[in-house]
């Protein structure tokens, strides 16, 4: 059974750094692109981020590229998102998700964790 | 990039009814190379993530009951529930996933009549 633990989430003020992980199991984690979607409170779901099987190329959302990077270590099996710069407008769930062969399909998701970015 | 539009925004069906959401991108998401359209739906229920129902814009996915279907190509796609049950009531969003950015609807809200 495929399993997708997000962590990091929190409270920061804009300007801040978040580091979320993304702790997967129960699958060939290095075999899978994997993504962050984001849903602000009361809203839908927006793409973030794909990072490839390899790690080798990524993809991102205009809203957050130079200011989010993500990556992946897959002897540890987790994904990462890292934010900087953050902004009232990144405020919402953060989900890691599972891709199939399509690289935006997303299979699996997790349970997501919250970032709050407040002055 | 390419914008999905769904219609209508909320829906309202008596139990044992038929519900029909639609989906138009502002782009073809047909392949020329596979003829598969890279659309999927899915089903997001209150405090939980999204859950995969309808993939190639057709295919359902495990487990996933028969009474969800997808149809659709090109830019115009619907997603069929053929008997609303109470567990149905949730938040259903397309995406393309053709090209990045992976675009979302905005979401069509069903609920029980």
């Known amino acids: 059974e495929v399993q997708l633990l997000e962590s990091g989430g929190g409270l920061v003020q804009p300007g801040g750094s978040l580091r979320l992980s993304c702790a997967a199991s129960g699958f060939s984690f290095s075999g899978y692109a994997m993504s962050w979607v984001r849903q602000a409170p009361g809203k839908g779901l927006e793409w973030v981020s794909t990072v490839i099987g390899s790690g080798t190329s990524t993809f991102y959302a205009d809203s957050v590229k130079g200011r989010f990077t993500v990556s992946r270590d897959n002897s540890k099996n987790t994904l990462y998102l890292q934010m900087n710069s953050l902004r009232g407008g990144d405020t919402a769930i953060y989900y890691c998700?599972?891709?199939?062969?399509?690289?935006?399909?997303?299979?699996?998701w997790g349970q997501g964790t919250l970032v709050t970015v407040f002055s | 990039d390419i914008v999905m539009t769904q219609s209508p925004d909320s829906l309202a069906v008596s139990l044992g009814e038929g519900a029909t959401i639609n989906c138009k991108s502002s782009?073809?998401?047909?392949?020329?190379?596979?003829?598969?359209?890279?659309l999927g739906w899915y089903q997001q229920k209150p405090g939980q993530p999204p859950k995969l129902l309808i993939y190639?814009?057709?295919t359902r996915e495990s487990g996933v009951p028969d009474r969800f279907s997808g149809s659709g190509s090109g830019t115009d796609f619907t997603l069929t529930i053929s008997s609303l049950q109470a567990e149905d009531v949730a938040i259903y969003y397309c995406q393309q996933y053709y090209s990045t950015p992976y675009t979302f609807g905005q979401g069509t809200k069903l609920e029980i009549k």
């Open positions: 782009q073809s998401v047909l392949s020329s190379s596979n003829n598969k359209n890279y």
């Open positions: 998700a599972k891709a199939r062969e399509s690289h935006g399909l997303l299979d699996s």
């Open positions: 190639w814009a057709s």
